[in-house]
């Protein structure tokens, strides 16, 4: 991982490459998304990270996914995803819409229907947000991640984990009540829950 990701790569070990990005898609996005980013897709390809907590994914194949729960917005690019299926994305459009409470880079939890602001700068959302326990125990629920770990197989890159039933459906947090989902048939289930 690039030297400015230090941190990152540090707190968050890589378990391994799951795939490659088609250099089209790299040219496509090069002057979309951040240089340390692209480096990473060029250099190593897509990862996951901390025991399949967090993926990097390529954002072609989660823009139909981000478009069922953010409808008419085609300036969202999901970077990263989580075990849970929480969405990170860079929104291109965040500083030049008025009203928009949205940072550059967003959380979208899929288990709350909510999307939390998160910074503006690429680095300050790797080394920082998602190093930073304090943070990213509660909103992604890493600790609920680290339990259902202890009973249920290792994620592949197209599995998350959900609850059964959906929060939004009156389910709870408890470890009896986490599956293995496939990740696009969960998310696009959760987004017709909103």
């Not at 390809?45 to 981000?66: A, C, M, Q, R, T």
């Not at 259902?148 to 998350?160: F, G, I």
């Not at 459906?169 to 987004?191: C, Y």
Request: neutral net charge; glycine residues 6%.
């Amino acid at each position: 991982m690039p030297n400015n990701l230090t941190a990152f790569n540090e707190h968050n070990p890589k378990d391994g490459i799951y795939a490659t990005i088609p250099k089209a898609t790299v040219n496509k996005y090069q002057n979309k998304l951040p240089k340390a980013l692209i480096d990473i897709w060029e250099k190593e390809g897509l990862s996951s990270y901390k025991d399949g907590f967090f993926w990097l994914v390529n954002p072609d194949e989660y823009k139909e996914i981000i478009y069922q729960f953010i409808p008419n917005e085609d300036t969202l690019h999901v970077l990263i995803r989580t075990a849970f299926g929480g969405l990170i994305y860079l929104n291109e459009q965040a500083k030049k819409q008025k009203n928009n409470s949205q940072e550059k880079y967003n959380y979208l939890c899929p288990i709350y229907l909510q999307v939390t602001p998160l910074t503006s700068d690429f680095t300050a959302l790797m080394n920082g947000w998602l190093t930073t326990e304090d943070i990213y125990i509660p909103l992604m629920l890493y600790e609920v991640f680290r339990t259902a770990k202890k009973r249920l197989p290792s994620l592949q890159s197209d599995q998350c984990f959900g609850f059964t039933p959906a929060i939004a459906l009156g389910g709870d947090i408890t470890p009896n009540n986490i599956s293995v989902f496939n990740i696009k048939e969960h998310l696009g289930f959760l987004s017709q829950l909103k």
